[in-house]
């Protein structure tokens, strides 16, 4: 089988290809600073290679390859993917030899090359005049407004979520409370919109409250201390709940039970509410009783809002959410995408982040505008490793993230050593 052969690529050649070129092609993105709804993303479609040909042999090696690094690579920060093309298609255009081998001295030398060309050598600290750059080259009106408004409520700390919904208007909000969305028994809101309290007293019970006498010393207490207390559970059976309530509405009692539906999604709550509030949960797998338990002087929270949603918490001061946390993100790692956990421990560590900054995308807001404002939450991430200057004021892209420069260096090499080891190379149209 013959190998193939890289012939003279002219300079006006390599300028037409550019990703930009290529047709419509959808994708979601998915990252760390990230979490939004599947939205056509990129209108690119990089198996579209039409102005060059490849030995027949490898035409789908090739192109799957290139286009698959050059994908992940716009995925990670906006602009690297048509950065890592340009260096490929030039790399093959000035080594106008018979590839038979991976020479990691030259491709070293070449990449170098590359970043001197276009780089300041410099590598700045990560600040706010940076950033100011970035949004100024953004060419959306609508996202350079957003992007600045996040810019002025967020902080170093902040972890960043965006989600396109159905409201009129765009929504930014930031919150060092965990707002829980899980289904409960409305009932114990007495038919208002929400209960806050400002200080209770808690019990987490890993079960269902079969009679009045198993929380008797409980509602005892209650009765004389006249606290708040808040019961989470998975149920209770109707005189319990008749009690509860008709004491409350006297107002002898301040008890407000939180009883979780049986579902998927509230499988696992009481674990993650029991890791914010870092308190222990009542289970008869550890041989505890619900009587014993409620004997027991219960822990003093801060701020709870019972809601029609949900529940919004304050976390306790300790460590117990970053174990929690640490161990979920562990587990996700290790799982594929189309995994059916993967969304919902996505969204569980999501739930458990605090000093995070939601944006509620309007109706209104274009898939242009949502390609920017994620690329500026992405930059935000990785401009922290330190900054890049192009050396051109008139590049597409201006600022590199020294972790964007890591990732196009391993791109770029993985794709010549593949190349090299298929034996075939990019060639121009011979027409």
């Known amino acids: 089988m013959s190998k193939g052969f890289v012939k003279v690529l002219d300079e006006n050649t390599i300028k037409s290809i550019t990703l930009s070129s290529f047709s419509k092609y959808q994708k979601d993105i998915q990252n760390n600073s990230v979490i939004c709804e599947p939205i056509d993303v990129l209108k690119r479609d990089y198996l579209n290679f039409i102005n060059y040909s490849f030995d027949s042999n490898f035409n789908l090696s090739v192109k799957s ?41 030259d491709v070293k030398e070449f990449l170098n090359r590359f970043l001197n060309e276009n780089l300041k050598n410099e590598v700045f600290l990560f600040s706010r005049d940076h950033v100011e750059i970035y949004i100024d080259s953004l060419s959306e009106r609508k996202s350079r407004e957003i992007c600045k408004n996040i810019l002025n409520i967020m902080s170093s700390d902040d972890t960043v979520y965006m989600e396109k919904t159905n409201r009129e208007k765009t929504v930014i909000r930031k919150s060092e409370k965990l707002n829980l969305k899980l289904s409960y028994d409305l009932d114990y809101l007495f038919r208002k919109n929400k209960i806050y309290l400002s200080e209770y007293r808690v019990i987490l019970i890993d079960g269902f409250i079969d009679s009045v006498g198993e929380i008797h010393h409980l509602l005892h207490k209650a009765n004389e201390s006249k606290e708040n207390y808040v019961i989470f559970c998975k149920g209770m059976r109707d005189d319990v709940k008749h009690t509860i309530m008709l004491n409350v509405e006297r107002n002898t009692l301040n008890v407000y039970p939180v009883c979780l539906e049986i579902n998927e999604e509230n499988v696992n709550v009481l674990s993650d509410i029991a890791s914010i509030l870092n308190v222990e949960i009542v289970s008869s797998l550890k041989g505890d009783t619900i009587s014993q338990a409620v004997k027991e002087d219960l822990k003093i929270r801060k701020d709870i809002t019972l809601g029609k949603h949900g529940i919004i918490l304050k976390p306790d001061i300790g460590n117990s959410i970053k174990i929690q946390k640490d161990y979920l993100e562990k587990k996700v790692s290790g799982m594929c995408d189309n995994n059916p956990n993967f969304s919902y421990i996505k969204k569980r560590i999501k739930d458990l982040t605090s000093n995070k900054v939601n944006i509620e995308l309007s109706t209104k807001i274009s898939n242009n505008d949502m390609i920017e404002i994620d690329g500026f939450l992405k930059f935000i991430n990785h401009g922290k490793s330190g900054i890049l200057m192009s050396k051109d004021i008139k590049a597409k892209k201006k600022i590199f993230s020294k972790n964007e420069i890591i990732v196009l260096d391993r791109k770029f090499k993985s794709i010549v050593k593949s190349i090299s080891n298929l034996g075939c190379v990019i060639i121009s149209d011979e027409r």
Do not use: F, M, Q
């Open 65 to 105: 390859l290139i286009s698959g690094e050059v994908w992940e690579s716009e995925c990670y920060a906006v602009g690297l993917g048509d950065t890592l093309l340009d260096l490929v298609l030039k790399y093959y255009s000035k080594n106008r030899y018979r590839i038979s081998e991976y020479k990691e001295l």
